[in-house]
């Protein structure tokens, strides 16, 4: 495969490791349908005639909740890819005359189903999977699972040779399968350009922007904003009260913060889920008291656990002035439709993902986007 721009990518079929073949997973169709139409259009540039890359499978399930793998057409000898939304809370089954929700279990479930079902005839299994399952249990405290290093491993063992996921809660969880192809990328590319998108107004100097990291674990993403943008960093620590435990966790007395002054700034926070929003929705009320000028947030995962009612205060309120969100998990209609929301689409990101695996190319200059970054910079310097 060779590139003619920075946005034109053509197969060349001779190169291609196996042929390629796409499973979309239950609850992943929108998205899956996006980068297969990528695939086709990259791959008709390159004299293919293919019309869809995807293979037709399915896991059906009996009204006890007992569930099987089924792929529908051969995968002998491909380069095949399943696309799983372990996040989709959206997709329902019968049980027992109930209507059940998909858990992340219920969709991990799955995906060993459909590799069960490959039953090992596939030239390579390479897993797509965006919010990596029991990324946020990566680590032990106590005595507690560590679910995401035992999904990795059963992965390997399964026989699973790549595996890609998106801003890892921790991507040190890789260690747990050092010999497995895993690759933990960053939308931060296609979040700056969005935002520069939205709003053509923004002053990226360190006199009128800056970046603000929500808490400790969030401060390698933010570093990397402000390094690209050239702008200073502050951070919020999580002061919390170890002598309880509240859902699972300690609960925050209050948020720190380290860092030059907000007054009069625009500030810009990133961080990898937003959750129930509500710490979030903390720290940008404390940047609104040190007189910030607007609040724009960024999150891989926008989940919205809590629901929309109090970003919708926030947002009329004049405390945040935009939320950032891809669209590599479930993003409910409602959501959608919020003026205050501004969806990242990665579609094309993972289908360049997808072609240069199944081409044996390096994928160091798509999971490092520092050269499109500055390019995006010197193409918005020359605008203004």
Not at 124 to 144: A, D, F, K, S, T
Not at 213 to 219: F, M, N
Not at 233 to 246: A, E, N, Q, W
Not at 304 to 320: C, M, P, R, W
């Amino acid at each position: 495969m060779s590139f003619k721009s920075s946005s034109d990518a053509i197969f060349d079929r001779e190169d291609r490791v196996a042929p390629l073949g796409l499973i979309v997973m239950n609850g992943a169709e929108e998205l899956g349908e996006k980068i297969d139409q990528y695939l086709v259009q990259w791959s008709s540039q390159g004299g293919g005639t293919e019309k869809t890359f995807r293979v037709e499978a399915e896991c059906p399930r009996f009204a006890t909740g007992d569930g099987k793998g089924i792929i529908k057409s051969t995968v002998r000898g491909t380069d095949l890819f399943i696309l799983v939304d372990v996040g989709n809370y959206n997709c329902q089954y019968n049980l027992f005359g109930y209507e059940n929700r998909m858990s992340p279990d219920d969709h991990y479930q799955d995906l060993k189903r459909l590799i069960q079902a490959a039953g090992g005839k596939a030239h390579r299994i390479n897993v797509i999977m965006p919010i990596l399952y029991g990324g946020r249990q990566h680590r032990r405290n106590y005595r507690e699972s560590l679910d995401c290093a035992v999904m990795l491993q059963e992965m390997r063992a399964m026989g699973v040779s790549n595996l890609v996921t998106f801003d890892a809660h921790d991507p040190r969880v890789q260690n747990a399968v050092p010999l497995m192809g895993l690759d933990n990328m960053m939308p931060t590319y296609q979040v700056m350009k969005c935002l520069f998108h939205h709003y053509p107004d923004l002053v990226f100097h360190k006199d009128h922007f800056m970046i603000v990291s929500p808490d400790e674990g969030a401060i390698n993403r933010n570093m990397y904003y402000a390094s690209m943008l050239s702008v200073n960093l502050g951070m919020f620590y999580k002061r919390r009260d170890y002598s309880r435990i509240v859902n699972g966790r300690n609960p925050i007395v209050a948020h720190e913060y380290l860092g030059d002054s907000v007054e009069g700034k625009d500030i810009f926070i990133a961080d990898d889920i937003i959750s129930s929003g509500e710490s979030m929705l903390d720290i940008a009320y404390e940047l609104k008291k040190r007189k910030a000028k607007r609040i724009f947030v960024s999150a891989t995962f926008a989940l919205f656990t809590g629901g929309l009612s109090e970003f919708d205060k926030a947002y009329q309120e004049e405390v945040i002035a935009g939320v950032f969100g891809t669209n590599l998990t479930y993003l409910k209609p409602e959501l959608r439709s919020r003026k205050w929301f501004h969806e990242v689409d990665m579609a094309k990101y993972i289908a360049y993902y997808v072609a240069s695996l199944n081409h044996d190319m390096s994928v160091g200059l798509i999971i490092d986007p520092h050269k499109k970054i500055d390019k995006l910079l010197q193409g918005w310097d020359s605008q203004k």
